[in-house]
């Protein structure tokens, strides 16, 4: 079960591309995602219920790190996640240890949206604002 719930944490910070008519921001850029982001919505039958919120943090070094609440008898479990991103063409690519996984993402109306290409699982982040820094 666990290895199941890591897997769906790699497929959740993934995205799909459907038509063109989405995508409402401009071309796809390894930049556009860098910078922390948080789901606001979670859709789709294959996300199911035990995923709570995400957040997915994409820095500018390529690396990423994924932090998500998951149900679990009654309590929340926190479960983190790390690895490397990258945009080739017009594919997203996320790699988590030995798995690589290849698909497209979309911004849309300010969000990242993200779909898995083979679940009924869609998620849509929201841009974490960065908190100002107070002078010492």
């Known amino acids: 079960m666990m290895r199941s719930v890591s897997k769906l944490l790699v497929v959740v910070a993934l995205v799909l591309l459907p038509g063109a008519g989405l995508c409402d921001e401009g071309p796809l850029d390894a930049g556009r995602f860098q910078g922390t982001w948080e789901s606001v919505k979670l859709e789709g039958k294959d996300i199911g219920t035990r995923i709570a919120s995400i957040r997915a943090t994409f820095e500018n070094d390529g690396h990423w790190v994924i932090v998500a ?3 679990n008898d009654g309590n929340l479990k926190t479960e983190t996640k790390k690895g490397t991103y990258r945009v080739d063409k017009d594919q ?11 698909m497209k993402a979309w911004f849309k109306d300010g969000r990242l949206v993200i779909q ?3 679940l009924d699982s869609r998620i849509h982040y929201q841009r974490v604002k960065q908190r100002e820094k107070w002078p010492h």
């Open 69 to 71: 609440k998951i149900r």
């Open 116 to 118: 898995d290409p083979k």
């Open 92 to 102: 997203f690519v996320m790699t988590m240890g030995d798995e690589t996984v290849r």
